[in-house]
């Protein structure tokens, strides 16, 4: 099934999707947000026949793996319906331009006087990072001002979906984290130095985190127990595991371009995509099984870990860019590839509704892309992507 394409005219640095929101950074040190439901409604509406598909598509990305909206998907009556205005939409071009979406569209100066390496947006803040540091400003249509919070450089922001955290690809720097706190004067608290090698991105691996860099990757590892007397439960960190001890060295001492998210682990070298399962340490006591064990290998004959630019994972599969674009190795075992001049892409796999988007920034306009094809694939044998948790997740034929 191929993913459905939405085309917005205009010229763009980044891109962010937060809580019915579309936030575009642009060159002029311009911010606009967007009513992205509400957009996307307008659209829908005007196109009745594949209304159902293109609100799925872009703005109720969590509807299809609903266990009990599922069970809908696999009667034999409604399936094909879907999947044929699912069909019938990636073959339409559909196009707009802010200028269209004025009435849903707030812009106003950046509160950053710099273009971002990165962003995040994380409990109605925004976070942006630069050679000069890690900033923040609250997520509001009112006055802001951005507050420092680090001096040493920021290439990757990365906030956990379980634990009150931002991880920090800082570069020669090293991986650092920063405990959110819901103080209005502070945001974050006090870096903390998880690793001192080299790292120049970053993922969470449940409450762990693995960075990595083109010559190599560490996973800060931490373990969670239960509070006594109650359902929460405390991370502790365990130990930082060398690359060494997730992959094996191949071609003599050779580790490969490795990166991950979640509970998948993957490694490039000459020719493939070794792909591990990592299972996360419960408690020091706790029992687990292999905490590294061999899902399979992805077979591409010309890719080499030297030509990787970057890399990123999410639940549709796992995206990798290269100098002259990008290949998205999709959870269905597919391809899609995607060349032009790129300023910038994004993913975005904590998100509940919009994980199934990718966002590419070309010179003069964005795509978004939405890759439904994961809704009808097995959430746990999938070798590229992560898993989607979810109970009675067969495949859907």
Not at 2 to 28: A, C, H, K, M
Not at 217 to 230: G, I, M, Q, V, Y
Request: aromatic share 14%; with cysteine; charged share 25%.
């Amino acid at each position: 099934m191929r993913p459905v394409t939405l085309r917005i005219d205009g010229s763009f640095w980044d891109s962010q999707i937060y809580s019915n929101q579309l936030t575009l950074f642009d060159f002029e040190g311009g911010i606009h947000h967007l009513q992205w439901d509400a957009a996307i409604d307008s659209i829908a509406v005007n196109n009745q026949s594949v209304q159902t598909a293109f609100r799925v598509s872009f703005s109720d990305g969590d509807l299809f793996y609903n266990p009990k909206v599922r069970k809908i998907l696999r009667d034999p009556s409604i399936s094909p319906i879907i999947k044929n205005q699912l069909q019938e939409l990636a073959n339409l071009n559909i196009y707009v331009s802010l200028t269209k979406w004025q009435s849903f569209l707030i812009s106003a100066d950046s509160p950053f006087d710099f273009l971002p390496t990165d962003t995040e947006f994380y409990y109605n803040n925004i976070f942006a990072g630069s050679d000069a540091g890690l900033y923040s400003t609250a997520n509001s249509n009112g006055r802001r001002t951005a507050k420092k919070h680090f001096d040493g450089s920021v290439l990757k922001i990365n906030a956990s979906d379980r634990h009150t955290a931002l991880a920090v690809a800082a570069g020669s720097d090293g991986l650092f984290e920063f405990a959110y706190k819901e103080e209005p004067t502070s945001v974050l608290g006090q870096e903390h130095l998880l690793n001192k090698s080299p790292c120049n991105a970053c993922e969470w691996a449940f409450q762990s985190v693995i960075g990595w860099s083109n010559e190599d990757a560490f996973l800060a590892s931490f373990r969670e127990e239960k509070k006594k007397d109650s359902n929460k439960k405390n991370r502790f960190f365990d130990r930082v595991i060398e690359s060494d001890e997730i992959f094996t060295p191949y071609s003599g001492h050779s580790t490969g371009y490795i990166w991950g998210s979640r509970e998948k682990l993957y490694r490039i070298k000459d020719g493939g995509i070794d792909v591990k399962h990592y299972s996360p340490k419960l408690g020091r006591n706790s029992k687990y099984k292999e905490q590294f064990s061999f899902d399979g290998e992805i077979y591409l004959p010309n890719i080499t870990p030297s030509s990787v630019v970057a890399t990123g994972t999410a639940p549709f599969g796992t995206v990798i860019e290269m100098e002259d674009g990008l290949i998205v190795l999709r959870s269905d075992g597919l391809h899609e590839s995607f060349s032009g001049d790129i300023v910038h892409w994004r993913i975005f796999p904590r998100s509940e509704n919009y994980n199934n988007q990718l966002h590419i920034i070309f010179e003069d306009y964005m795509l978004v892309v939405s890759f439904v094809h994961d809704y009808f694939v097995d959430q746990e044998s999938k070798l590229s992507g992560f898993s989607r948790h979810v109970r009675g997740a067969e495949t859907l034929l």
